[in-house]
């Protein structure tokens, strides 16, 4: 009878240990090092930095506060094929977009919405090789004029000037338009 009993447990435990170890819990198409693009405030006007060139992007969505009630998005697009995208002027921190570039804005930010009061913003470029990322606005409003203006906040990953970013790309971190080496 003691058999009998031990029997069941064992086979619930070798099943609890092949379902645990059988879940990946990455998702399929995530890159193998995580993805991140530069945000500064310079001159009252938030600029992103890619890190690398975007090539063929037909639309960049900026979203703030993504993945909760409060989130608030601004979408950038340009006709096929597409065009290079690698700095850019986005938003002015008193409120509008600030139109640099060869992206036209197609959805702008509701009327009166204040940016700076969000907790993150995310970016996203659509084209052929791109992930997206995310950064921390107050950060970025806090510690943009203490680095100097080639540096840009890179998330997780801090500040990052050119020479930076060309030594971790591929190393620590990808620049949202890198292709994954994996």
């Given at each position: 009878?003691?058999?009998?009993?031990?029997?069941?447990?064992?086979?619930?435990?070798?099943?609890?240990?092949?379902?645990?170890?059988?879940?990946?819990t990455k998702a399929q198409f995530a890159p193998s090092l995580p993805p991140a693009a530069g945000f500064?405030?310079?001159?009252?006007?938030?600029?992103?930095?890619?890190?690398?060139?975007?090539?063929?992007?037909?639309?960049?969505?900026?979203?703030?506060d993504s993945g909760t009630q409060q989130s608030t998005e601004q979408v950038w697009t340009a006709p096929?094929?597409?065009?290079?995208?690698?700095?850019?002027?986005?938003?002015?921190?008193?409120?509008?977009?600030?139109?640099?570039?060869?992206?036209?804005?197609?959805?702008?930010?509701?009327?009166?919405?204040?940016?700076?009061?969000?907790?993150?913003?995310?970016?996203?470029?659509?084209?052929?090789?791109?992930?997206?990322?995310?950064?921390?606005?107050?950060?970025?409003?806090?510690?943009?004029?203490?680095?100097?203006?080639?540096s840009y906040l890179f998330g997780e990953r801090g500040w990052m000037d050119v020479a930076e970013v060309?030594?971790?790309?591929?190393?620590?971190?990808?620049?949202?338009?890198?292709?994954?080496?994996?």
């Open positions: 009878m003691a058999d009998t009993i031990k029997w069941p447990r064992a086979a619930c435990a070798a099943l609890l240990v092949v379902a645990v170890t059988a879940c990946d500064r405030v310079d001159g009252g006007v938030l600029k992103l930095w890619t890190g690398t060139p975007c090539e063929g992007v037909i639309r960049l969505r900026l979203t703030f096929q094929p597409g065009v290079r995208v690698e700095r850019l002027d986005l938003l002015r921190t008193g409120g509008g977009s600030s139109p640099d570039g060869p992206l036209q804005v197609q959805t702008p930010l509701p009327t009166g919405y204040d940016w700076t009061k969000s907790g993150s913003i995310a970016v996203t470029v659509d084209g052929p090789q791109a992930n997206g990322a995310k950064a921390d606005v107050a950060r970025v409003l806090r510690d943009s004029a203490q680095h100097p203006p080639g060309q030594r971790e790309n591929r190393k620590s971190f990808l620049t949202i338009c890198t292709p994954d080496p994996e």
